[in-house]
């Protein structure tokens, strides 16, 4: 068996771990042992777990590998933000952003390899839909980065929708919180999505972390023409969803917001998030929008765009507007994987 056909130990919970040594007729605490080894010790190789006699780890490296691997591709912007590049699905890649800020450090990670929700203003889109991103592969964009060590934070706000790879997705979170994991709190992770109900449902219910919403408008007429996503899973619908759970004191939702140029911000705009917000404790993050290649849609203007953050704000709303990052490097979500996939086609 060649080592690409064998399956991989990184990316495993606790109960697959246990599962393994069952297999290979090991204890059972040997699972443990080799979680402590995956995610706190951050070995390199199945030799490295010294705590294993040399039989068992034969064994191991027999019918597993470690399973993680190093980017393929770094850029570095003037102001700190790095984005890596991730080989994924063949000859397809992934693309993992370094955000460095004063009070935090987070790490932007995908959970697919292109997506197929096809929102008319996203590169990634634009790819189409190859593959989920099993937990190994999704931690690995955490793991194998220079500054694995220093990221505080973590938001599935890269390419795909978390919520079409619930499963997968719901796993990762279970390793990165859990003790035996990363120990990650889940109130520094962030989990980004533009609707998808089915996966919110288990999302909320499954697990403790933060909750984004990509919004973009609140007209169902308008958002419909550039999220089609809209027609199947409706934002009121959504928004029903999210008013009826419990979030409890320290668990928060937000909605991201793109500042479109006479598409989503006028006042009416503002009167209709208030409206259909109603009664659900959030933030709004603005969000200036960049040129995308094939994209028609351009940004609103900072004037436009701080008039919206007042009048908003004016309504009892918290509102943030999001500090524009790496836009030398290409960072917006799919450009660089996109300009790579070109280069290899």
Known sequence: MSDNNKPRLFGKNIAELQQVALELNLPKYTAMQIADWLYKKRIDSIG??????????????????????????????????????????????????????????????????????GCKFCMTGKQGFQTNLTPGEILNQLRSIPESLDVSNIVFMGMGEPFDNIDYVL??????????????????????????????????????????????????????????????????????????????????????????????????????????????????????FHPVPGVELTGSDDDTIFEFQNQLKAKGIVTTLRASRGLDIEAACGMLSTKELLKVN
Not at 102 to 115: I, M, W
Request: glycine share 6%.
């Open 48 to 117: 490295e777990m010294s705590n294993l006699s040399k039989a068992v780890r034969e064994k191991l490296d027999a019918n597993y590998i470690l399973g993680t691997y190093k980017p393929i591709k770094a850029s570095v912007s003037a102001d700190g933000t790095k984005k890596y590049l991730f080989p994924a699905a063949g000859d397809k890649f992934i693309e993992t952003a370094f955000i460095p800020e004063e009070s935090r450090n987070t790490l932007c990670v995908s959970s697919q390899v292109g997506c197929k929700m």
């Open 171 to 288: 796993k990762t979170l279970e390793i990165l919180t859990a003790e035996y994991g990363f120990g990650m709190s889940p109130k520094r992770i962030n989990v980004s999505s533009i609707g998808h109900i089915a996966g919110l449902k288990r999302f909320l219910t499954e697990s403790e972390c933060h909750l984004a919403i990509s919004l973009h408008n609140p007209f169902p007429e308008e958002r419909i023409k550039a999220m089609p996503i809209e027609k199947t899973n409706p934002i009121h619908k959504v928004l029903d969803e999210i008013r009826a759970f419990d979030f409890g004191r320290n668990r928060r939702v937000s909605f991201e917001y793109i500042m479109f140029k006479g598409f989503n911000d006028s006042s009416l705009h503002v009167k209709e998030l208030v409206k259909i917000l109603n009664g659900i404790k959030c933030r709004i993050n603005l969000i200036r």
